[in-house]
């Protein structure tokens, strides 16, 4: 009888310094893609029948294996193993996921039964996130993989719809939107559940000032931080309250927005005590008024 297996092939990062291939969990596995039989058969498939818009062959270095096949055709759902994956892969290389494909096989991956695409290309996350897209080599996987264990305990913790799970599908929803006004306004979103109060006055500076103690202990960073997080604030306003700004004047606080939530999450899942911290509200709580009144 046989068996289908699934791969992801992404359009980004570049993968680096891996030969064979580096196991993120039991049922993740990630292998270059370059000369590999999944990316082999992917074009070979789209030869043959003609599929366009996939890119050039030499685009795709990364291609993630599933043991545990997740279930593909509901590629929108942000809580499949699939999409929960793609996204702390985000997290961690701190750039959106403009392009990628599964391709299912019942044969070792000689020849495609299924062939989806995942993350379609969009042109706001081409043209104003492209200068972010870096390169994975062995250090960045070794992030990966503690990033991925330490969410996958607060997914098994039966808290999959808590504050820190929370917070990260709406990070997924925001570098997955079309339009740079939703991804504004879903980013502001992981930004108040990450970060908001247990009051509801001066929410803005309340999530600002917070946002700022927790990424730096240095006085001139944090004042940079906190200006960066009102502006932020203020085009989010703008958009929430119907007076939308011109599109030029969301990019650069949003783009700016997305790096500094991207490196939250990022430190907050490659730390086991500060992920309990922010998947317990009591401890959330503490910390918050904590940068207050130390």
Known sequence: ??????????????????????????????????????????????????????????????????????????????????NRFSNILAVNTTSPIIEGHIIVSENEFKSIKYLGSHFSFTHSKFEHFQDLYGVMDQNSLDDLKIMWANYSDVWNSKKSLGRL?????????????????????????????LFAPHSHSEISHQISYNVSRFVSDDKGKRESIYKAMKKFYSRRSSIIHGGLPDEEKIIQPTKNAFLLCANILKKILLDTKLTNTFNDE?????????????
């Open 165 to 193: 799970s929370n917070a990260l599908t709406f990070f997924y929803q925001a570098w997955n939107s079309q339009y740079m006004e939703s991804f504004c306004i879903n980013l502001s979103i992981v930004f108040e559940l």
């Open 1 to 82: 009888m046989s068996t289908s297996k699934l791969a992801c092939l992404f359009f980004v990062p570049k993968l680096t310094g891996l030969e064979k291939s580096f196991e993120i969990s039991k049922d993740i596995k990630i292998v270059n893609s370059f000369n590999s039989q999944q990316a082999k058969t992917f074009f070979d498939f789209v030869e043959e029948h003609k599929v366009i818009n996939v890119g050039e062959p030499n685009s795709y270095s990364l291609c993630v294996l599933f043991n545990k096949q997740p279930y593909y055709p509901e590629l929108d759902d942000p809580y499949t193993l699939i």
């Open 282 to 294: 009591k401890q959330r709580k503490d910390l918050m008024e904590n940068f207050v009144f130390s």
